[in-house]
């Protein structure tokens, strides 16, 4: 079936820094990704939309220079958090589907990002 | 505007009962759906969808458009499949419910 990766899965950084988050599908082509931001025992949280070759659309209340992402190949999709603070502690993830239309998503496993 | 619902945050069966997550949805259209579940610190995977009406693990959902549900049934839960279940609506966006955390008790 398809594969969904994304890299790394935990990373712990200082407060200001910068951090890149990966995802790639594995052996289908991604038209579309998707990234998800999950708080402690809630939904995931639709954060953006991640078109190839093109601006990502952006949900509301969402930051596009703080969170950017670049979908530069049909197979990865970046998500940075720039000048990260603790608030931005969280879960991210990623999905993808090779599709226009209603097909189901395959997930990564997820980042947990840690901003001391 | 999409929307998903899943009113029950958590739903504690004992094992071999009966078990019904709800889902109910908003969408101009006709809607194809979908049951995610996500075990304890694995990824978050397909369960089943509704255009394929079959049964996974022993789970059904049948979509029911007159009430807007689509809620999703075994007739006996077994402890492993304690897990998040989130119901989801594709679209122009993906929308996932808020989640149901069904405990199955031994």
């Known amino acids: 079936g398809a594969v969904v990766s994304q890299h790394p899965s935990w990373v712990i950084c200082k407060s200001g820094t910068s951090v890149k988050i990966e995802c790639r599908s594995l052996?289908?082509?991604?038209?579309?990704m998707f990234w998800y931001r999950q708080f402690p025992k809630q939904s995931l949280m639709l954060m953006a939309t991640?078109?190839?070759?093109?601006?990502?659309?952006?949900e509301q209340g969402v930051e596009k220079d703080k969170f950017l992402i670049n979908h530069a190949s049909l197979t990865l999709s970046t998500l940075t958090v720039t000048s990260a603070h603790p608030e931005d502690s969280s879960f991210y993830i990623c999905s993808a589907n090779g599709h226009y239309g209603n097909q189901p998503q395959h997930f990564g496993d997820g980042t947990r990002l840690s901003i001391l | 505007a999409q929307r998903v619902t899943q009113p029950e945050k958590l739903l504690s069966v004992f094992k071999g009962a009966p078990v019904e997550l709800k889902c109910n949805y908003s969408?101009?259209?006709?809607?194809?759906l979908f049951w995610y579940v996500q075990y304890s610190r694995q990824r978050l995977q397909l369960l089943l969808r509704h255009i394929s009406r079959e049964s996974i693990k022993g789970f059904t959902a049948d979509l029911n458009k007159g009430e807007t549900s689509f809620h999703l049934k075994k007739p006996f839960a077994q402890e492993e499949d304690s897990a998040m279940y989130y119901c989801?609506?594709?679209?122009?966006?993906?929308?996932f419910g808020p989640g149901t955390r069904l405990s199955v008790l031994p």
């Open positions: 052996d289908f082509q991604a038209t579309t």
């Open positions: 969408y101009s259209g006709s809607p194809e």
């Open positions: 991640s078109n190839e070759g093109s601006k990502a659309t952006y």
């Open positions: 989801a609506l594709p679209g122009q966006n993906f929308v």
